[in-house]
């Protein structure tokens, strides 16, 4: 039986709306990991919309981190990314650090 390899390679995440609108990050790509599409995150945050401003997210099985991020970037007060696989948690606390966001934690454990 062959073993599926385990290889990170690094995708993109694009930030869709907010302040950091446009901005793509790297995202490790990682069995399972699927980042939500960006028309599901534009509608969830249309929705969301009136109450996303000075609010504290959580972001259960971060992953790519995009709704955290997404949420960050139309002035969330804070987002609190819960991951469980080292590399991805390690990758979400470099992507905080290239927007320059002391409003996001990542946290490595599971859920």
């Not at 599901?40 to 249309?46: H, P, Y």
């Amino acid at each position: 039986m062959i073993k599926k390899s385990q290889h990170h390679t690094l995708g993109q995440v694009r930030i869709i709306g907010g302040q950091w609108r446009g901005r793509k990050l790297p995202v490790l790509t990682s069995p399972g990991l699927r980042p939500t599409p960006d028309r599901v995150r534009e509608t969830l945050f249309n929705w969301l919309d009136p109450m996303i401003q000075n609010a504290r997210c959580l972001d259960c099985f971060a992953g790519s981190g995009a709704l955290g991020l997404e949420a960050l970037s139309r002035y969330a007060t804070s987002a609190t990314l819960l991951e469980l696989e080292n590399n991805v948690a390690q990758q979400l606390i470099n992507n905080l650090a290239l927007l320059k966001s002391e409003d996001g934690c990542v946290i490595n454990t599971n859920t």
